[in-house]
Structure formats: C-alpha cells, structure tokens
C-alpha cells in the first residue's frame, strides 16, 4: 500500500514536472529562435516528453501489464498537456480586447531619416507664422490623445503651427522591434522632426510621460527649446523614485488594483524582465496586446490623487494605443543616465501644470521646479491628471500668457508642501 501511495504521489509530480518543463522549454527556445510557433510547439513536446518520462515509473509501480504502464503514461502526459495548452489559451491565445483604431482628422506623415515614420495633424498659423513652431508631446509612452482643450487651434490664431503627432509605436505612426523602442529613440524622433521642419528652434508642450521625454530632449538639445510646457510630467529620472514614491498612495493603489485584476497585462512586463524585450514580442505580438494596454489605461482613475467616491476615468485617448511603445520605452527608462545635471543649468522657461488631483506624487513634479532654474509652478484646483480635460479654459489662458511671455493669470507656487 504504501508503495502504491508512493507511485500515485510520483504520478502527479510528474504532471507538475510535466507543465514546469513546457514553460521551461517554451522560453528556452523563445529566447534562442524568437519565434512564437516553434516556441509553442517545444515547449508542448518538452512538457510532454518530461511528464511521460516520470509517469512511466510511476506506473511500473502501479501496473503489472505494458499496456496498462502505456495507458498511465499516455494519460499523465496528456494531462500536462491540457494543462499546458489551457495557460498558453488562457495567458497568450485566447482572443484579446480590440484596441480603438487610432484618429486623425487630417493625417500627414514624416519619414524620419531615424527610420521612424511619424503621423501628424497640422494646425496652420493665421497669417503669417511665427518662426518657432508648437509641437504637443503626447504621454503613454504610446498613448495618443486628442487636444481636447483645443490648444491647437488657439495658438494657430497666435500665428504658431501647431503640430499634433504620435510617437513611433502608437497612433498611425510605424511599430519597431521592442528592443528598439528607447527614450533616445525618442528624443532623436523629435529631434529629426524639428529639422524637418527646418525650425531654428520649437516650443513643447508635454503631458504625462512627454512631459518627461520633454525633460529628456531639453537635456540633449537645450538651446532647441524656445520654451516648454510640462502637464503633470512623469518622473525626469525615472530611478530617483522607487516604485511606492512615483505615485499617491490613492493613485498606486488604484493602480495595483487594475493591474492585478489583468494578468494578461502582467504577464509580458514580467517575461520581459526574464527573457528581454524582443523574445517576449515575438510571443505576444502588438495585435495580442495592444487592446490590453488600452483597457488598462482607460480604467484607471485620472484622479486618484484625491478621495473621491466614483473614479474619474481617462476619455482623452485618440485610438492606437501601443503596448510595446509603452512597455520597452518604460523598461528602458529605468536604465537611462541621469539626466538631471545636463538640466541645472537651464535657462530655458519652463512651465509646470500640476493638477490638484494628480495621481503622480507631488515631489516627482516638484522636482521640475526645484531643478530647472528658469522654471514656475502653477497649481490647478479641481483637476486630475488630465488637466486639459478638466480645466480647459484654465489650461488655455496660463499656456497662452506664457508661450506669448505675458504675465501669468495665477500666482506660482514656491512652497514645498503641496499648496492643498
């Protein structure tokens, strides 16, 4: 008896055994051929093979005839294989939400000589145009978004160009290898595009993480920014705060929240870190997931940085989300030089817009104040993170007031506690 309770407990380890082994061979081979059927396939074989090789010794335990000894084997192996196939159908080929298409009302493009071909919308100057175009700086990384509060065409009458683009990997512009996605790919993007444009010199504004690649082009290209407009930017440098620090504690738990409840989302992000960008692509090809990141992003709450009842959702996205865009770039941010020391002595004029909501941490944006010495502050109560959606009329007055180098219309804010 207890012989057969012993062999019956090795029948199951070797179905265990059987399901790590597929996983195992799975990404050995990803990693060696990037290539999602052959992985797929070894990984069954290797799944298989293991768990039919421990089951027939179990079952010499368990059966006297070879044909009962086959038929153990056969069913513990088939077992790890049904288990197998329902993770893969479960985690990477069940079919995936629908990611919206990406819009332009006018659509025009660039072909970069970075390789990066760059959808755009124009609004022309009136008359006769200033020298110093506005580019708007989208965030994400990958997340295009309509210019709600209508920034573009209130320019224009100011006479700037205003130009509206998607950041390779989103929108309608091309998708790379993940391994290429960077923040210096970025900043060579907006580089390339700033002499396309044959402009001496542009004026950026950039939300959320183009507040951040807005940073990060001012670092490598100072005397290229006339001046820049930074709305609720990410971190400068993203490893100067951990992962706790980035965020509220409102705003990192509803994140956490979202996040656990998507293991599908999760799951590249942490085979990224094992096997690399590239081999995790070739599993989970941008079609696979560019839905997911989408539903992610659009259920988070944009105000999470205060208490409130009911979730205030993101509704500023203009299709063609990119989840690889917005995974490797991130990926690769952690792993940036600091760019903080080329930015001290700056003097280019910054303006800082920090929602009164944010679900960004009130020192990651007031870092952009203590650090750029040419730099102000400007709090806006009763906003979120998307303060072009909530305070429209607000976020167009001080923008137009500081592009033009009037006064502002607000006080800025110099203290280093939050002003609420």
Known sequence: MPQRITASVALLLSAVFGLGAGVAGLLI?????????????????????????GAWQAARRLADRPRRRQAIAAATAGAALLAFAGVLWGLILSPAPRATEAMLAAPAFWDLPTGSRIAYEATQAAGTARPTPVLLVHGGPGSPTRDVAGIGPL???????????????????????????????????????????????????????????????????????????????????????????????????????????????????????????????????????????????????????????????????????????????????????DPRPLLANLETPILILRGECDYVAWKVTREYRDLLRNAVLIPIAGAGHVIQQDQPQRYREIIRAFILGEPLPAEPYTGDAPPW
Request: charged fraction near 20%.
């Open 155 to 337: 320019l224009a009458g100011l006479g700037f160009d205003v130009y509206n683009y998607h950041q390779v990997g989103s929108g309608l512009s091309s998708r790379l290898d993940a391994e290429d996605y960077s923040v210096a790919r970025h900043v060579a993007d907006l580089e390339a595009i700033r002499q396309t444009l044959r402009a001496e010199r542009v004026i950026l504004i950039g939300t959320s993480w183009g507040g951040q690649l807005t940073a990060a082009y001012l670092a490598a290209y100072p005397e290229r920014v006339e001046r820049a407009v930074v709305v609720s930017p990410g971190a400068i440098w993203v490893p100067a705060f951990s992962d706790t620090e980035r965020l509220t504690p409102g705003g990192k738990r509803d994140v956490d929240g979202v996040v656990s409840g998507m293991p599908r989302f999760l799951l590249p992000h942490i085979l990224m870190s094992v096997v690399g960008p590239g081999p995790t692509q070739a599993l989970l090809p941008d079609k696979q997931v560019d839905g997911l990141a989408e539903t992610m992003m659009l259920n988070l709450d944009m105000w999470a940085g205060c208490e409130r009842a009911d979730p205030v959702q993101n509704r500023t996205s203009a299709g063609g989300i990119g989840f690889w865009a917005n995974a490797a770039t991130t990926f690769d941010a952690r792993s940036v030089v």
């Open 29 to 53: 081979t990803l990693v060696v051929t990037e290539h999602r059927g052959a992985s797929l396939a070894a990984g069954g074989l290797a799944g298989a093979v293991v768990s039919a090789a």
